[in-house]
Each structure stands twice: as structure tokens, then as C-alpha cells.
């Protein structure tokens, strides 16, 4: 069975800390894909990345990195000098390549909460 | 106009009521889900459908049911809502990966439901 585990449940940061939101996944399958998503206070759900499993390369993008650790697990988001409009739910999801992706299995969010 | 869109955005009921959601989509994908949010436990997947004559159970399927009326409708019922029923339902598409999509989800604005 596939799952996905964020063991924060709410952080609060201070305005340009940086801060890394943690999701340990389960899977038996040897190919699969791994997402982020945001979920802000107005409520829409946010896609923010998606990363193949035979693709271990870190991502960046400006204040917002990935690490892809296959070997542990994990698929670490991570806000350089965050700011108050990073304030949201993020949620990491797991998908199986047999179903070409979509049938997302999502952890339970960490609430991400980023004080002036 | 949002491509994924969903009624009614909020609805307050009684035990025993039947309620449809709706979901329609104008991005030409084939495949809609159907997930649930409630605190804490991230989104949970209800229904979904790859193609207008495939339908299939999440894992919390008991006292809801589908219909997909075409490519880009896809309601939600609950035959006869009860209190626990009470959450942010979520409509979502995807494309498969290789074909129109890169399978990340694309989501509904949210339907919150209330049974009383």
C-alpha cells in the first residue's frame, strides 16, 4: 500500500527564516511520482512540483527547493527567507507510474504559518 | 473562468438529505477524482474515474456515489448525508502523463458542506 507521512503538523516561523517541511512516503512500487502541493488561507489547491522517482536531482526554484532523498524516503520541501504570503497548508502527494500518474495519495498537510 | 469548476461552492443540509456536487472541466482531460478534506487528515480520495465509462472506489467511497455524465462532467452524491459528511470536497482532472498531461492534479475551488 502507498503512503505519504508529514510528521509536522503546524510550523511557525519568523519573516525570512528558512524552513523545511518534511514527507517520508511508502511505496512498493520501484517508479512513481512524487508532488507538492499549496493550499493558501483562501482555500484553492496550489501544484507546485512534481518529481519522477528515476529522477533524483534536487530542484530549486527562486526561494523554493526539493530534496529527493530515494534512499531514505523523503521528499523535502524547503523556503529560503520565507515570507507571510508562504502562509498555507502544504501537502505532499504520491502517485504510481502504472496509472500514469494522477490518483494522488496525499499526507495530512503541515501548516505553515510565517510571522512579520 | 476557472477550468475545474464546482457547485455549489457551499451548502448546509440535515441528516438523511440527498446532495449532488457537480464538477465540470474545460481543460479536455479524461480522468476527474472526487477527494475530501478534513483537518489533519489531508485529502482522501473518494471516487474516480479514468474515462466516461470507468469509474472506481477510493478509499472512502461507503455513502457516496459517482455518475460521469460526459468527458467533462463528474457529480458526487451522497444518498443520504449524515453528519460526518460534513467536509471540503474537492473535484480534480488530470491529464495522463505522456499523453495530454504530466499527471499532477488540477483542482475545483472547493464545495464545503455542512450536514447538521
Known amino acids: 500500500a502507498q503512503k505519504v507521512t508529514q510528521a509536522q503538523t503546524e510550523i511557525s516561523v519568523v519573516e525570512k527564516e528558512d524552513v523545511t517541511l518534511d514527507c517520508v512516503y511508502e511505496?512498493?512500487?520501484?517508479?512513481?511520482?512524487l508532488f507538492w502541493y499549496k493550499q493558501p488561507p483562501s482555500g484553492e489547491l496550489v501544484f507546485l512540483i512534481r518529481?519522477?522517482?528515476?529522477?533524483?536531482q534536487n530542484e530549486i526554484s527562486g526561494r523554493y527547493s526539493w530534496n529527493f532523498q530515494k534512499s531514505t524516503s523523503s521528499f523535502n520541501f524547503t523556503i529560503t527567507a520565507s515570507q507571510v504570503v508562504d502562509s498555507a497548508v502544504y501537502f505532499c502527494?504520491?502517485?504510481?507510474?502504472?496509472?500514469?500518474?494522477?490518483?494522488?495519495?496525499f499526507g495530512q498537510g503541515t501548516e505553515l504559518s510565517v510571522k512579520p | 473562468d476557472a477550468d475545474v469548476t464546482q457547485t455549489p461552492r457551499n451548502r448546509i443540509t440535515k441528516t438523511g438529505k440527498r446532495i449532488m456536487l457537480e464538477c465540470s472541466q474545460t481543460?479536455?482531460?479524461?480522468?476527474m477524482y472526487w477527494y475530501r478534506q478534513d483537518p489533519g487528515l489531508g485529502l482522501r480520495l473518494i471516487y474516480y474515474?479514468?474515462?466516461?465509462?470507468?469509474?472506481n472506489k477510493g478509499e472512502i467511497s461507503d455513502g457516496y456515489s459517482v455518475s460521469r455524465q460526459a468527458q467533462a462532467k463528474f457529480s458526487l452524491s451522497l444518498e443520504s448525508a449524515i453528519p460526518n459528511q460534513t467536509a471540503l470536497y474537492f473535484c480534480?482532472?488530470?491529464?495522463?502523463?505522456?499523453?495530454?498531461?504530466?499527471?499532477?492534479?488540477?483542482f475545483g475551488e472547493g464545495s464545503r458542506l455542512t450536514v447538521l
Open positions: 511505496t512498493r512500487d520501484t517508479t512513481y511520482y
Open positions: 474515474s479514468f474515462d466516461v465509462k470507468d469509474i
Open positions: 481543460k479536455g482531460h479524461d480522468r
Open positions: 518529481r519522477n522517482s528515476f529522477d533524483e
Open positions: 502527494a504520491l502517485s504510481s507510474i502504472y496509472n500514469q500518474g494522477g490518483k494522488l495519495i
Open positions: 480534480a482532472t488530470s491529464g495522463a502523463v505522456g499523453t495530454r498531461g504530466t499527471g499532477e492534479l488540477f
